[in-house]
C-alpha cells in the first residue's frame, strides 16, 4: 500500500541546534515533494520544494534533502530559534496530481 | 484579499443537521482544494476544483459530501446529515495553476480552516 511516514513523536531541541526532521514514503514515485509548516488553529504554509532530479534545496536556513533511492526526504532547520517551533508537514504529488501529505512531526525549541 | 478565507472558523452542529463551509480563494487562482484534518492527523483530500469543474472527487468520503465552485471562486462544502465523525478541521486551498507543474505556481495557499464539530 501506499504510505508517507513521519515521526508522530515531537522532535525537542536545544535552541541553536540543527533539527532534522524525518518523511519516508513509499509505493509513490513524486515528481517533487513539499514541505510546510503548520502553527496551532492556522493552515499549513509552504516553505520549500524539491524535485526527484534534485539532491539538496536550500533557503535561509532551511535545508532539504529528497533521496529517491531511499525513498526518503530530510528537512534541516539550523540555529534553530523558539519561533520555529511548530508542525512540519512532508507532501508529494502522486501519479494523479494530488497532494498526498504525512501527518506531521511536532518541532519543539526550548530557548 | 490577500489570502485564502473561510468561514464559518467554527460551526458547531447536531448529529443529522446539514452545514454548508465557504472558502473564498485567492483572486485568480483557478485551482481550488479542499481538506479534512482530524486531531493529530495529516491531511486528507476530499476534492479538487479546476475552474468550476471537479475533476477530481475522489477523496470525498460518502454521498453525503458534496461541494460546487462558482464563478470561478468561491466554494462551498456541503455535508448532509452530519455524523460524529464529520468532526475535523476542513481546510481550504487554491493555487493559481493546477497541482502537477512542480513549479512556484502551484504552490497551495491554504485558508485558516473550518473548526466542524458534531455533536
Known amino acids: 500500500s501506499q504510505k508517507i511516514e513521519q515521526n508522530s513523536e515531537a522532535l525537542n531541541i536545544q535552541e541553536g541546534k540543527t533539527a532534522t526532521l524525518t518523511c519516508n514514503y513509499t509505493?509513490?514515485?513524486?515528481?517533487?515533494l513539499q514541505w510546510y509548516r503548520q502553527d496551532p488553529g492556522r493552515g499549513p504554509v509552504f516553505l520549500l520544494l524539491i524535485r526527484e532530479n534534485e539532491k539538496e534545496k536550500r533557503k535561509e536556513r532551511l535545508k532539504v534533502t529528497f533521496d529517491t533511492t531511499l525513498k526518503q526526504s530530510l528537512f534541516h532547520i539550523t540555529a534553530s530559534q523558539p519561533a520555529d517551533s511548530a508542525t512540519y508537514l512532508c507532501?508529494?504529488?502522486?501519479?494523479?496530481?494530488?497532494?498526498?501529505f504525512g501527518s506531521g512531526t511536532r518541532l519543539l525549541v526550548r530557548p | 484579499g490577500a489570502g485564502v478565507s473561510q468561514s464559518p472558523s467554527n460551526k458547531v452542529t447536531e448529529k443529522g443537521k446539514d452545514v454548508e463551509l465557504r472558502c473564498d480563494p485567492i483572486?485568480?487562482?483557478?485551482?481550488l482544494y479542499w481538506y479534512r484534518q482530524s486531531l493529530g492527523q495529516g491531511l486528507e483530500f476530499l476534492i479538487y476544483?479546476?475552474?468550476?469543474?471537479?475533476?477530481?472527487k475522489s477523496g470525498l468520503p460518502s454521498d453525503r459530501f458534496s461541494a460546487e465552485r462558482t464563478g470561478g471562486s468561491v466554494s462551498t462544502l456541503t455535508i448532509q446529515r452530519t455524523q460524529q465523525e464529520d468532526s475535523a478541521v476542513y481546510l481550504c486551498a487554491s493555487s493559481l495553476v493546477r497541482q502537477g507543474s512542480g513549479g512556484a505556481s502551484d504552490t497551495q495557499y491554504f485558508g485558516p480552516g473550518t473548526r466542524l464539530t458534531v455533536l
Open positions: 507532501a508529494l504529488v502522486d501519479s494523479s496530481y494530488k497532494l498526498i
Open positions: 509505493n509513490y514515485s513524486p515528481a517533487y
Open positions: 483572486s485568480g487562482h483557478t485551482a
Open positions: 476544483f479546476q475552474g468550476n469543474s471537479a475533476p477530481d
